[in-house]
């Protein structure tokens, strides 16, 4: 290699020298997107084990073992929690991502540190690692998703659907835990959200017995949930009883995505550029 | 000067109450090298905080590459600079080789281009035989040369280096000037932050010196040695014995030159005043060295010899 390979500047002086690809929004996201991927592609076979099994096992050792003892007029205790397991899978690796991952990098890693020295900004950043944490989210529930069509707790064709619906839960809960992440101090502060936010929501959201089992105003707090509108929807696709409440569903998901990304964006960039 | 690659004007930063940029002004030109000095706290990383777009100015003005630092222009302005940063951000969870690989693909490059780049950097960087090492198993001296090749990855208008040697040992730091000198003969322009007074007067074509968010000198390191100490320096020590060096700092007072005690030895700065050669025979009889005056003279004498922590 001559030392010219290396040192020769674009022609003309002051122009930055053009990159090949404009750097934009989408272009950028992905970036962000596929250098995570890059890195998971080390770690793939353990993070598959957690990121699959946990669900799996739920599924077959609450649906089944704990099923046999609960009535719920004609349904098996399996075919209702099946949806629930879907959602909720999607939820905890989205959260967990977007939350242990993406601290790490934004702190001990300063890979976001490195990313913003280059054309890619806050915006894409946050987009691409929600994005990233969605792509988890979507890997747990077509798993859950597979196994619950192998063990015939699939009832209707709309669950084709449900990969796509795995990531926007998972956009969601990664862009949510964004915004913990860009508040965090250090990583304890994950326990409180992890015992408050997420663990409430797991069982109270419908997952492991039907809302309308609780008193009234506890129903009120359950659909202020992400998680009660997320197995609701998945709920839906797997039954076939879908009707066009699932479009409020749908947008209460997609509301709560706008706000925790504008947040995040928000509290990322002050955290890192000041 | 013609179409500066940098230019402050006023520049200052204000973190609530304290402001720790004070109104800097400072151009830096196409091929030179410009050297940011200064004690911990002067101010020399928000400097490089500002150009590099990671914290808006609180006033004045700055124009990177031609263009007002401003959030409109950000994207442009970074697609032009590299950025070797002070403290090792290095993707833990890539190789060497995917380090730039990835990198390069944040500025847009990709395809066969960027693979001959990459190769091209690993060779500059002498670390072709490390591509597929982890980063955690890397030396000191390889992690900052890689950090420089990354920086080098979109042929930067711009080479912003921030403490590039700090930590290193002798032969690695000198593997590293060896490279900074060849981006220079390249034409590189380069705009550095350094801690050791050496590698400014080895590297710097002009350096400004800054202390307490202002800039307190400004020259060619030559220039500045003349300016502030004179060609050269005596330092006499006392060898412990208060009443000795109370003898020597008179008897080097006498020479009508600046005199000034550090700990156990006076030093006698032989500027235009002093007539070198009857100082260095009334002064026969004691421990000495006679040196010439360097960087870290001036940068002493401006800065004083107060611990910065």
Redesign the interface.
Known sequence: ?G????????QG???????????GFL??SL?VW??NM??WR?FYKSSLVGALGEPILSLLAIGYGLGKFVDLAGVSYAEFLAPGILASAAMNAASFEATYGSFTRMTE???Y?????????IREIVAGDALWAASKATLSGTAVLLVAAAAGLVRSPWAAVLPAVALLVGLVFGAMGLVVSSRARAYDFFTYYFTLVITVMYLFAGVFFPLASLPGWAQAVAWAMPLTHAVAIVRACITGEIGPVALVHLGVLLAVLVLAYAAAVRWVGRR??? | MLHPIVEAVGLRKRYGESEVVCGVDFAVGARECFGLLGPNGAGKTTTIRMITCFSPPSGGTLRVLGLPVSAANHRTIKAGLGLAPQEENLDPDLSVEKNLLVYGSYFGLGGGELRQRVADLLTFAQLTDRAGSRIDTLSGGMKRRLILARALINRPALLVLDEPTTGLDPQARHLVWDRLRELKRGGVAMLLTTHYMEEAAQLCDRLVIMDHGRIIAEGTPAALIERHVGREVVEVFAGGDADRRERIRALCASFGGRVESVGDAVVLYLDGAVDAGSALAALAGEEFVHRRATLEDVFLTLTGRELRE
């Open positions: 290699m030392k010219d390979a290396v040192t020769t500047l674009g002086g002051m122009a930055p020298s053009p990159a090949r690809q404009r750097v272009y950028g970036r596929r250098r890059e890195s080390k890693q300063k890979t540190d490195a990313i913003l020295a280059t054309p890619i900004g890192l550029v000041a």
